[in-house]
């Protein structure tokens, strides 16, 4: 039986528009070993229509999006654009308005591609970061005062729920329970008074519904040095927004570049499209080369095949990017080799049998 998608490809800035094609040729290898057809329609939503037209989507951007099965991102930022501008331009407003409260960031060392650390070996570093991805100390609640006198002032309040961290803490005890029993939850309670006790509580209350999963409570700050330190340890680590994205930036260096790093906006509900987009930006100082590392995008990929019923379509996706950096010498740059980002991809689409 054959099954058609459609995907609404965002390549956005830089090497966003290097990696969405690469994923593309994977989805579509794998689609046709797989009865499974993608309808694309690309949207230049950038930094460049920005700087053309003043807005980085169009106003009802969100109602075109809406019909599409998943959504697909390459990266999205400028130089000459402020961050906060196309971050929350784009990036934002789609997160949030289709409830896309998870960020999954899955982590792992591969055989061939050696980590910076010594001691974290392919096969034993495999963990997701599941980061809350709608509230939390990315609010737009705040100001600032004084403008350019010497009192000047500025005020940025984070807000967390009950139904926010209620939520987000069963799906990682929850995924949990279908890979390795573990979940660590980031906090910092000791210096954030408010909030993080009260993300520790509902955690707390949260994980008595999954006695077969053991959890504990670690400061973001001893967390970070010991996912330095002893990276296989950890199973699934469930943190607040902030603390979900240094984490799952730092967790992908220890793979051995953030290149590699994927990552799934999701709503879990499936009342909306949910985003897929690699955890990487979009790299201007290696934009137009043709040198971008391809699977951070293309582990991506397998990510939205997952999402949309096809489990094993997404495990030969994976199994082909393992494959490659096993059985040949190809690496681009960022991973000391010197292979395209079109010869890498090629790679992975011919180990698929494309
Ligand atoms: N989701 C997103 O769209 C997203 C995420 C992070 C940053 N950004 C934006 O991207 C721009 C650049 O940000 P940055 O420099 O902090 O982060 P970045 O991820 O773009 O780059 C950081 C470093 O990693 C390298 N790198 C990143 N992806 C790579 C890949 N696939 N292959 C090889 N090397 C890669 C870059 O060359 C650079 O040296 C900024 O405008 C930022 O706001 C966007």
Not at 63 to 71: H, Q
Not at 103 to 126: C, H, Q, Y
Not at 151 to 179: K, N, P, W
Not at 249 to 254: F, H, R
Request: aromatic residues 8%; glycine residues 10%.
């Amino acid at each position: 039986m054959t099954s058609t998608h459609r995907i609404a490809v965002i390549p956005g800035d830089g090497i966003g528009q290097e990696v969405c094609p690469a994923a593309r040729a994977v989805l579509d290898a794998v689609g046709a070993r797989h009865g499974v057809t993608f309808c694309y329609a690309e949207f230049d939503w950038s930094c460049a229509r920005y700087q053309r037209e003043g807005a980085m989507m169009p106003a009802d951007g969100l109602d075109r999006l809406r019909g599409y099965d998943a959504i697909f991102l390459g990266a999205v930022g400028a130089p000459g654009v402020p961050d906060h501008v196309s971050l929350w331009g784009l990036l934002i407003p789609i997160r949030r308005s289709f409830k896309q409260y998870v960020n999954l960031r899955p982590i792992k060392v591969f055989e061939g591609v050696p980590s910076p650390l010594r001691n974290a070996n392919p096969g034993e570093v495999d963990l997701v970061v599941v980061r809350e991805n709608v509230e939390g100390e990315y609010s737009e609640v705040g100001g600032r005062y004084g403008r350019g006198f010497p009192e000047e002032m500025a005020l940025q309040e984070a807000v967390f729920t009950r139904a926010g961290v209620s939520r987000i803490a069963d799906y990682a005890f929850e995924l949990a329970t279908r890979r390795g029993n573990r979940v660590t939850s980031a906090t910092k309670s000791n210096g954030i008074v408010h909030t993080m006790p009260f993300w520790d509580e509902i955690v707390a209350e949260r994980a008595a519904n999954f006695p077969g999963v053991s959890w504990g409570s670690e400061h973001i700050d001893a967390l970070a040095a010991k996912l330095v330190l002893d990276p296989a340890r950890f199973d699934v680590i469930v943190a607040s927004n902030l603390f979900g994205d240094i984490l799952s930036d730092l967790a992908a260096a220890l793979a051995g570049s953030i290149g590699m790093a994927p990552a799934g906006n999701i709503n879990p509900e499936r009342e909306f499209p949910s985003m897929f987009e690699p955890v990487h930006g979009s790299a201007p100082d290696i934009f137009g080369k043709g040198i971008a590392n391809p699977i951070g995008a293309i582990w991506t990929a397998a990510m939205m095949l997952e999402h949309l019923g096809h489990p094993e379509a997404a495990a030969e996706v994976l199994a082909a990017i393992a494959g490659v950096l096993a059985k040949t010498d190809l690496r681009t740059p960022d991973l000391g080799g010197t292979a395209s980002t079109t010869e890498f991809t090629s790679a992975v689409v011919e180990f698929l049998g494309g």
